[in-house]
């Protein structure tokens, strides 16, 4: 113990741990700086939201000594039970859960509530792994593929129902993992039309994308060479597909989606032409948005400095310790604060892809692929959705955000790969 | 390609955000922040506006404050509204409908209910307003004016409008500006600068405290008082004898060129434009159309000056070597243009530069006129230095004194006789009328006045102006106190002088020398036409004067302009007689005189073209 212990700290990669301290030390700033009031300025007042938030950090801090000190080869060999429990622990949520604010998310456990969404994105992370690691799979097997492809979603369709589907769209990013191991890159080829399709639908309508796309398809067999032989029948069938989920679509998005779904593909694909209804909608479904881009807006190149964010201050920004701190970093910080964050987070998660390339075990590629893959996409949802370019979709920043049960799995999340890479060269001998 | 496709795009997503985020915080960052900020909350301390005195120290224009009553309509409890009503002095359905207007405006921010409450209403309902919940009393500073004359040069202030905000962004909506006269020509010395504080709200507009612990807050700046050349006791007087006339009077002190009356009649007191019937009375101003009050006629009104015109054709005549003072012209009861002959009042027979002054003798102006232009080869050369003589007396051009508004005259030239007449195809007998102040010159009160100064000075003038100390340091500003020279040798002035003294003596003013003072003067009576339905009508003809005093180093120089008076020497010489003697012994000996002329008015003059009947003009009996 004592000498894994040391070698552990010793062969950690601790430009990784930096990048994370950075990360969790600014955030909390931020914190601090959004839920602070001037009747209320102590620092390690555990009333206090930043209180609480510190009390979390020190957990954290705690949980990566566990996590370090456990064995190696502990996580690949519980990963199933991990994922069977958090599986439990998700339907159990339908008769034991705790709601706040609509959603029925969480345990209560007196002191803490825990959310078993958290803990099933490690878990299932860690079972994604495992089993394509096993020697039995063949990912080019589609037996194999569908399987790997339920251990996704099987999670994400306990969550939907919460409802929670921001949590539920962050498994979807553990697609990457297996298109790493070997999925033929067409799922995501059809993954990607399929929203490209929805989109154009929403913004032209069925009939021009059938138009656009059946011209489209002339030109290509008029321009073809005429060796190349192509097979009629598929095509046409690929094309009425196509039409047919375009015309899905528009049944979807006007009879399945609720108005304030509607309202934001309105405002994200500035879909209502009326600029005074636009305009309401902005004010109305899009305050949040409005209201965090002004904020960081209002702070220029450099910010109007720590506790100065008038804003922030002013409450403007709802939510702003939780989705939208990025907000409040844009604000007192200036471009030169969010510019920071962004470039840590691209150089962790850079980081992270090195990292898991230089495994020899192929479960610790793997699980460092779905490390990447849900730090990668909390962050690109969250910052592209405070900053304007991206619908709303709620979900946190990781290690940024308040809240503890996000910070702990996060930061679980995190160790448990930097454990396994500092464990690689003992898997050698 | 597998290995590298996240990368990519986690390097793709870093760079689409840093994009996007400085095109948010660089390229659409407003330096502007704290002013669009809805966090912030600038509130402005107003400072108080500056006195203006006259030049004797006397106090014309103050402040007095008024009490806005307001409501927070959120904070209105029951209350009884009869007795709230009785005490604001309005009807229940006022109060009800000015209620709800404040409701829709925002029932969290304060709206004003009844406007500018009068010192006793005030003091009435202070004691009570505590019993009337969400309802308090906001003072606020208004205009008080200590003299009910000078309506038009002291001007006044409203609020600003759209295009004032637009234009300067140192004006909020609501606030008070100068808007004519010296209140909107030192509008910025009078202003003073405001206070701001700055106050962080939040996003229920509640206030949390100070923004940034106040360090950028400012205090206001008081705004100066200044002094005007003004003479308070002159232009009262001056308006008083107004009374029931049209037209202006200009006084000047020749030897700085400061305005010492500024008087046009019919004039308003400028506390009707203060308080709550301002807008009642401003229309009722605004759309007198005949008497136009709200119509600076001292330096607007630009017509035709008649005989005073004369002394500088004189002038020009001497410069020009034209003419001596012994030069002789003869008067055969007027003078013949051609075949047609113009009339002349000054009995007839043989005239000298003297007499042809003090008599105003249309003959022999027009004989020295045209000797002008003979001396020239072509009417067109002759034009161009008599233009330019003219000129010299500020003439034809705004003087560049320091009020908003005014009027250049005309001088006219060759080139504006070579379009009516055709190039060239004009003499000195076309444009003869020039000689006698009538035909196309035309001057505004104020040239009158710099005009007969410049005479007084003996060949030069200072610029009119009206500002003469900041805070009671005396202005310095080289554009009033250097002195603008006329083309006229100083030695030309004596003879003329002389004639305008004699104007005193023995000529068309004798009746109204002042004991112990000699005065130069000259008379003019001026033909002037007016379209009625179309039709080309003469009217009376207007009555001119000007005038300075003592002949020898000259106090004052006065030019009073009365519409429809008639004879120069009745209505404009008497008033330009007694404005003198007021101005330079401070009292009236000639009581009778005085009576007279606070008497008498032009009412019926002025009535003539508008009752639609033929009427009688130049009439004998006064």
Redesign the interface.
């Known amino acids: 113990m004592s000498v894994s212990g040391k070698s552990v700290l010793k062969r950690l990669d601790w430009f990784s741990v930096l990048l994370y301290i950075s990360l969790v030390f600014i955030g909390w700033i931020n914190i601090y700086s959004s839920t602070f009031t001037?009747n209320n300025p102590s620092i390690f007042n555990f009333a206090t939201l930043h209180g609480k938030q510190l009390f979390f950090i020190g957990a954290s801090g705690m949980s990566i000594i566990i996590i370090l000190a456990l064995e190696a080869n502990f996580y690949e060999r519980f990963s199933s039970l991990f994922y069977i429990v958090s599986l439990a622990l998700l339907i159990g949520l339908f008769v034991f859960g705790k709601t706040i604010a609509g959603a029925t998310s969480w345990y209560d456990l007196g002191f803490f509530n825990l959310q078993p969404s958290e803990l099933a994105k490690v878990a299932t992370a860690l079972a994604l792994a495992k089993y394509l690691s096993d020697i039995q799979t063949d990912i080019k097997r589609q037996k194999d593929q569908m399987i790997a492809i339920m251990i996704i979603l099987l999670p994400a369709f306990l969550i939907i129902p919460q409802p929670d589907p921001g949590s539920a769209l962050v498994f979807f990013a553990l697609i990457?993992v297996i298109?790493?191991e070997?999925l033929p890159?067409y799922y995501l080829g059809i993954g990607f039309m399929v929203i490209l399709i929805f989109i154009l639908t929403l913004m032209f309508g069925t009939i021009w994308v059938g138009i656009i796309l059946g011209l489209l398809l002339a030109l290509f067999l008029l321009l073809k060479k005429p060796s190349f032989k192509v097979p009629i029948i598929p095509v046409i069938l690929i094309y009425v597909a196509i039409v047919l989920f375009s015309l899905s679509v528009n049944f979807v998005f006007n009879n399945v989606f609720e108005q304030r779904h509607r309202d934001r593909f309105s405002l994200w694909l500035r879909l209502e032409k009326d600029p005074k209804k636009l305009e309401d909608i902005r004010r109305d479904i899009g305050y949040n948005t409005y209201q965090s881009?002004k904020a960081?807006?209002?702070?220029?190149?450099y910010g109007k400095g720590f506790l100065?964010g008038?804003?922030t201050?002013?409450?403007?920004v709802p939510e702003q310790h939780t989705d939208y701190i990025f907000s409040t970093v844009?604000e007192e910080w200036?471009?030169v604060g969010?510019?920071t964050v962004?470039?840590l987070?691209?150089t962790l998660?850079?980081r992270l892809?090195y990292l898991s390339?230089r495994q020899k075990n192929d479960f610790s590629r793997m699980y460092g692929?779905g490390v990447?893959?849900i730090l990668?996409v909390h962050y690109?949802i969250n910052?592209?959705m405070v900053?304007?370019?991206l619908p709303t979709i709620g979900i946190p920043l990781p290690f940024f955000s308040y809240g503890g049960s996000g910070l702990l799995f996060f930061t679980a999340l995190l160790f448990i790969f930097l454990k396994l890479d500092a464990n690689r060269l003992n898997e050698l001998t | 390609?597998?290995?590298i496709?996240?990368?990519s795009?986690?390097?793709l997503?870093?760079i689409?955000?840093?994009g996007?985020?400085?095109y948010?915080?660089?390229f659409?960052?407003s330096p502007n922040?704290i002013l669009e900020?809805?966090?912030?909350k600038a509130v402005y301390d107003y400072p108080e506006r500056g006195y203006i005195y006259d030049r004797n120290g006397k106090l014309l224009v103050a402040n007095q404050p008024a009490y806005d009553v307001m409501v927070i309509p959120r904070e209105v409890k029951p209350l009884d509204t009869l007795e709230f009503c009785n005490l604001l002095g309005i009807d229940k359905e006022r109060f009800i409908s000015q209620l709800s207007k404040a409701r829709v405006y925002s029932p969290r921010l304060p709206s004003v209910l009844v406007p500018q409450l009068s010192k006793e209403d005030y003091g009435r309902l202070q004691e009570k307003m505590r019993r009337f919940e969400g309802f308090y009393i906001q003072k606020r500073s208004l205009r008080y004016y200590d003299t009910s004359s000078g309506a038009n040069v002291l001007g006044y202030i409203s609020e600003v409008n759209e295009w004032d905000l637009e234009r300067n962004p140192s004006y909020a909506a609501g606030e008070l500006k100068g808007t004519t006269g010296i209140e909107k020509e030192y509008e910025t010395i009078l202003r003073g600068r405001k206070g701001v504080k700055y106050i962080?709200?939040?996003?229920f507009n509640r206030d949390?405290?100070p923004?940034?612990s106040g360090t950028l807050d400012t205090l206001p700046e008081q705004g100066k008082q200044i002094t005007v050349t003004l003479d308070k006791m002159l232009q009262e007087y001056g308006e008083k004898l107004m009374t029931g006339k049209h037209g202006g009077i200009v006084a000047l002190e020749p030897a700085s060129g400061e305005i010492l009356a500024l008087i046009s009649g019919p004039t308003y007191d400028p506390a009707l434009l203060v308080g709550r019937e301002r807008s009642k009375n401003y229309s009722k101003l605004h759309y007198d159309t005949i008497s136009k009050p709200t119509y600076d006629r001292s330096i607007l009104a630009s017509q035709s000056p008649g005989s005073p015109f004369k002394t500088l054709n004189a002038l020009v005549a001497l410069q020009e070597g034209a003419i001596t003072p012994e030069t002789t012209f003869h008067c055969y009861n007027g003078f013949y243009v051609g075949r047609r002959k113009r009339g002349c009042h000054c009995g007839g027979g043989t005239r000298n530069l003297n007499s042809g002054i003090y008599l105003s003798c249309n003959a022999y102006f027009a004989g020295a006129f045209r000797k002008i232009y003979d001396q020239f080869p072509t009417s067109a050369e002759g034009m161009d230095v008599w233009e330019k003589h003219m000129k010299s007396f500020g003439l034809g051009t705004f003087l560049g004194y320091d009020l908003p508004t005014g009027r250049p005259g005309r001088i006219p030239n060759k080139e504006y006789y070579n379009r009516i007449y055709g190039d060239n195809r004009w003499s000195s007998s076309t444009i003869i009328s020039n000689s006698i102040g009538q035909g196309e010159v035309e001057v505004t009160p104020i040239q009158l006045a710099n005009m007969t100064a410049a005479i007084a000075n003996r060949g030069h003038f200072f610029t009119p102006h009206i500002l003469k100390k900041i805070e009671g340091e005396a202005i310095n500003i080289t554009e009033f106190t250097e002195a603008k020279h006329t083309t006229i040798d100083k030695k030309h002035f004596e003879p003329v002088v002389q004639g305008m003294a004699e104007v005193y003596k023995k000529g068309t003013a004798a009746r109204l020398q002042i004991e112990g003072i000699e005065i130069a003067g000259k008379t003019g009576t001026v033909e002037n036409f007016t379209r009625i339905n179309g039709v080309r009508t003469q009217l009376t003809d207007n009555s001119v004067f000007v005038a300075f005093a003592p002949v020898d180093n000259p106090k004052i120089a006065i030019a009073v302009y009365i519409e429809n008076g008639y004879f120069g020497s009745r209505y404009a010489g008497h008033i330009a007689s007694l404005m003198i003697e007021k101005y330079l012994k401070g009292e009236i000996t000639r009581v009778d005189l005085e009576k007279k002329m606070l008497e008498k008015t032009l009412e019926e003059e002025y009535a003539k073209p508008y009752s639609g009947q033929p009427f009688k003009i130049n009439e004998r009996v006064w």
Do not use: C
Not at chain 1, 313 to 316: E, P
């Open positions: 001037d990457f298109f790493r070997g890159l881009e960081i807006e209002s702070g220029g190149k100065e008038t804003r201050k002013g409450n403007f844009g200036g471009f969010t510019a962004v470039l987070f691209t998660l850079l892809v390339e692929y990447i893959s990668f690109f910052i592209g900053i304007g370019v | 390609m597998r290995k496709l996240l990368s795009i986690i390097l997503v870093g689409t955000f840093i996007r985020l400085s948010l915080q660089i659409s960052f922040q900020d809805p966090a912030i962080q709200k939040d996003r949390i405290g923004y940034k």
